[in-house]
């Protein structure tokens, strides 16, 4: 079945220690997302791929880098994380970028200790 | 600045009964709008969507309603079932804030629990 794999499922890393956050696809969309999810918040958007073409939010802090080598492919990385960034984070797909539905992955919980 | 807000955190239901689930949200760009369910551990799913253009979409049990003057939607789940029983998040995409594109906005989400 085609869907959107992220790994690993959880992650524990140490407050500043770098840390990636994968993500593969196999409905050959063209787009890709990356959202943070605290306990009972919305889903915030932190940036998106639409094909090479990066895009950031603008309230994305710096910290948080991302990286599509394929159209397969997209990652995650925190520099130093904090006790902030602790969250789920969320990836998902969609075939172009205007009313669309996005499938997501089953998510990558982050803590930071 | 939250534009899309479900209200309600929590909903209790009783099995075979009617799930009224409710969103509003405050940018008039806003032009598709989307349900989704997430269980625990597990990424949100799409359940049903509705363009501006429509003010209702039926899909078995899911029923959305789109009220624009209101600037409210609702989702309908007839009869609920204990399987019903997870987050559902609703979603607003639209071309506003000076993007090209029409980026999805969710609410907080609602817990909805079906009681056998």
């Known amino acids: 079945d085609a869907m959107v794999i992220q790994n690993p499922r959880y992650q524990v890393t140490q407050f500043g220690k770098p840390v990636t956050l994968s993500c593969s696809q196999t409905?050959?969309?063209?787009?890709m997302y990356w959202y943070q999810q605290k306990s009972s918040q919305a889903p915030k958007l932190l940036f998106h791929?639409?094909?090479?073409?990066?895009?950031n939010e603008a309230d994305t802090p710096d910290n948080f880098q991302s990286r599509r080598p394929n159209t397969s492919f997209c990652f995650l990385d925190i520099r130093s994380p904090g006790l902030g960034d602790a969250a789920m984070y969320l990836c998902?797909?969609?075939?172009?970028?205007?009313?669309?539905?996005?499938?997501f992955g089953s998510g990558t919980q982050l803590s930071v200790l | 600045d939250q534009q899309v807000k479900q209200n309600s955190p929590s909903l209790s239901v009783q099995e075979g009964r009617i799930s009224i689930l409710n969103c509003d949200y405050t940018?008039?760009?806003?032009?598709?709008f989307l349900w989704y369910k997430k269980y625990p551990a597990e990424g949100p799913t799409f359940l049903i969507s509705?363009?501006?253009?429509?003010d209702k979409n039926e899909d078995g049990r899911f029923t959305v309603f789109l009220n624009k003057s209101a600037k409210h939607l609702s989702l309908h789940i007839v009869p609920s079932q204990p399987g019903d029983s997870a987050v559902y998040f609703c979603?607003?995409?639209?071309?506003?804030?000076?993007?090209?594109?029409?980026?999805?906005?969710f609410g907080q989400g609602t817990i909805l629990t079906v009681h056998p």
């Open positions: 998902a797909t969609s075939k172009g970028r205007t009313n669309e539905k996005l499938f």
């Open positions: 409905l050959n969309h063209n787009v």
């Open positions: 791929y639409y094909d090479k073409d990066f895009n």
């Open positions: 940018n008039s760009m806003f032009d598709y």
């Open positions: 509705i363009s501006s253009i429509k």
């Open positions: 979603a607003a995409s639209g071309v506003a804030g000076g993007t090209s594109y029409g980026k999805l906005t």
